[in-house]
């Protein structure tokens, strides 16, 4: 079993910030990349941000120079720093990590939070 549990969401004013969290916890054996998606109110959820084992990241324009992903591999958590929130960015956003577990340790699946709100808005 691998959960991912979200934290950091909230409602926060136009050109405010938040920082997300995503840990990782259960039987894990290694992790490979770790996203951030998120799905506003009528449109499908889109690929925000991710960054692999070695640290290479990639970020949808809509975020780039706003957003940092980073990770601490320690603690099996990946973060989403946001800067300069717009109220487009209004969405559920939600962990996605590619994960192998103890029990089958070369064997890669994806898992996924169950999301965490962030709402900006004056």
């Known amino acids: 079993q691998v959960q991912l549990a979200e934290s950091g969401g909230g409602l926060v004013q136009p050109g405010g910030s938040l920082r997300l969290s995503c840990a990782a916890s259960g039987s894990i054996f290694s992790i490979n990349a770790m996203a951030w998606y998120r799905q506003a109110p009528g449109k499908e959820r889109e690929l925000v941000a991710a960054i692999t084992s070695g640290g290479s990241t990639n970020y949808a324009d809509s975020v780039k120079g706003r957003f940092t992903v980073s990770r601490d591999n320690a603690n099996n958590t990946v973060y989403l720093q946001m800067k300069n929130l717009k109220p487009e960015d209004t969405a559920a956003y939600y962990c996605?990590?590619?994960?192998?577990?103890?029990?089958?340790?070369?064997?890669?699946?994806?898992?996924w939070g169950k999301g965490t709100l962030v709402t900006v808005s004056s």
């Open positions: 996605n990590a590619v994960v192998t577990t103890i029990g089958r340790p070369y064997y890669w699946m994806h898992y």
